[in-house]
């Protein structure tokens, strides 16, 4: 195995320490080198719960209703995990994660939306038919230290949570003989690619959808990919940039109708006062209007310079949310995680702000990180997201990697998928081409080849040539049909809270 970062002393102490810390499946066949086959084969005889519940590190085990998965089992499982992996003996928190289980001899797709759990499936594992394990990323969900205080923020970074997958999959490994793939979308999709950039060798593939990646706070490819992408849908980008613009001249109105209401709702502007936080909430549904909104069809709904006062503002509260950027709108916003880690380490989106420069008062400053848990500020580190650039460019292998292309995000898509075995797919037509594409939205040779190289990388294959990847193309432009907002999309708050409320209802 070879040795990429530094953080290699650490990853040896710690399969160290986990080999210290008792058979996880509670058999010395298992792990016993010169053990006879009818050993291994009595080991494989016990029941998949019991094998579970015999792992020292899994503190909770709980077997619940497979749901989804025809002839498979379903486990609810809490794993110990340190909160400083180069610091096992230190504090601890537990991590939760959901497992399907097939068989012991199929593939295992590792999932993570990069967020709290959600238990559904990957639309990977259909197609190679395998086990599942859907990892809850560390301070979401129930996967969070108890007490949280602002000092173990620190411990929220892309090389913890690598560590965290790692002793995962180290401890399944005992169990699971079979090919692993790894799959995520959108910050899962980061979350996986810098996995593999930690641990190489852990699994055999990787499948990232609309997955961003930047080394910059603010993504420098954003403005550029904003003018094309508003270049294809001229009548939109009018309508919507004269919205905006109609905010931001009639501001005073704006503020003067959402202090009214804020009065009598016990809502206050100190955090962003009220003029600051009009202009970065339209800057923010700048950006934020393509990960939830359909270009051909929504941009009907905008107003403009004919607007009343009333009709106006009821579009900013609709568009943007009057009290989206309040002190109590930003107490509101639960994944404070997902904040930290964008000023600390995954960095922001950027945005052209060409079409309403001369009514900006606050150039080239965002909201996103005024929605920082409280106690924290962090510096900028791009070191983990370089790795990860340098592993993609010189090392990585088995990729597969799938954009929209009329996403957002994809303004800082990878540019460079890897250097065997690796693809990079655009979808340009379909239900959606925004940041809800998934795995399954490819068709025809796309799909053909995309699939066949998964189920090659899980063994159900036999091997082909690899294919070299080539440089970046420019993503083609789209014939896009309905798009929909997707609960994984965290950002702007609007969309959010928007997103939350749909699916409470569900």
């Known amino acids: 195995m070879r040795s990429y970062v530094a953080y290699t002393a650490v990853s040896l102490f710690l399969l160290g320490a986990a080999g210290c810390s008792g058979d996880p499946t509670n058999s010395a066949a298992s792990n016993d080198p010169g053990a006879s086959e009818s050993q291994l084969e009595a080991s494989k005889a016990v029941d998949i719960l019991d094998r579970l519940k015999a792992i020292p590190d899994f503190t909770s085990v709980q077997e619940v209703a497979p749901g989804q998965v025809a002839n498979a089992r379903k486990f609810i499982i809490k794993i110990s995990q340190p909160l400083d992996h180069s610091r096992p003996l230190g504090g601890r928190f537990e991590q939760r994660f959901a497992l399907w289980h097939v068989s012991e001899q199929a593939p295992v797709v590792l999932y993570s939306g990069g967020y709290e759990l959600r238990e559904i499936l990957s639309d990977v594992q259909p197609v190679i038919k395998s086990n599942q394990i859907s990892m809850e990323y560390r301070y979401y ?3 969070v230290p108890s007490p949280l205080t602002p000092d173990q923020w620190k411990y929220l970074t892309v090389e913890q949570s690598a560590h965290d997958f790692h002793h995962v999959v180290s401890l399944l490994k005992s169990i699971y003989a079979g090919k692993w793939i790894s799959h995520g979308r959108s910050k899962g999709g980061m979350t996986q690619i810098a996995y593999r950039t930690f641990y190489p060798e852990d699994v055999d593939g990787t499948v990232a959808i609309v997955t961003p990646l930047q080394t910059e706070f603010m993504g420098p490819r954003y403005p550029e990919w904003f003018r094309s992408l508003e270049s294809r849908f001229p009548q939109c980008t009018a309508n919507k940039v004269g919205f905006e613009r109609e905010v931001l001249k009639r501001r005073d109105v704006i503020a003067k109708k959402t202090l009214a209401e804020a009065k009598e709702a016990g809502e206050t502007f100190t955090k962003l006062p009220i003029q600051k936080a009009i202009e970065l909430g339209i800057k923010d549904f700048h950006f934020g209007f393509y990960l939830g909104a359909n270009p051909l069809t929504d941009c009907n709904d905008f107003v403009g310079a004919s607007a009343t006062d009333d009709e106006l503002y009821a579009a900013y509260d609709n568009w943007v949310g009057k009290f989206s950027y309040s002190d109590q709108g930003i107490q509101r916003y639960d994944p404070r995680a997902y904040i930290y880690q964008g000023c600390a380490e995954m960095g922001i989106y950027q945005i052209d702000e060409t079409p309403l420069a001369d009514l900006l008062r606050y150039p080239k400053e965002q909201p996103f990180c005024y929605f920082l848990p409280d106690g924290t500020n962090p510096t900028y580190n791009p070191l983990s997201s370089r790795l990860t650039v340098h592993y993609l460019k010189s090392e990585a292998q088995r990729m ?8 957002a995000w994809s303004g800082q898509s990878v540019q460079y998928p890897g250097v065997e075995d690796a693809h990079k797919f655009w979808i340009t037509e379909g239900p959606s081409t925004g940041h809800v594409v998934h795995f399954t939205s490819l068709k025809g040779a796309d799909w053909t080849k995309a699939s066949t190289r998964v189920q090659t990388w899980a063994g ?4 082909a040539t690899a294919a070299t990847a080539a440089p970046e193309a420019v993503a083609p432009k789209a014939e896009i049909g309905a798009a929909s907002a997707d609960e994984e999309v965290l950002w702007p708050p ?12 569900h």
């Open 494 to 505: 609007k969309l959010y809270f928007r997103n939350r409320a749909r699916k409470n209802a």
């Open 141 to 143: 969900g129930e996967s």
């Open 460 to 463: 159900l294959l036999p091997g």
């Open 400 to 407: 597969v990697f799938v954009y929209g292309s009329t996403d």
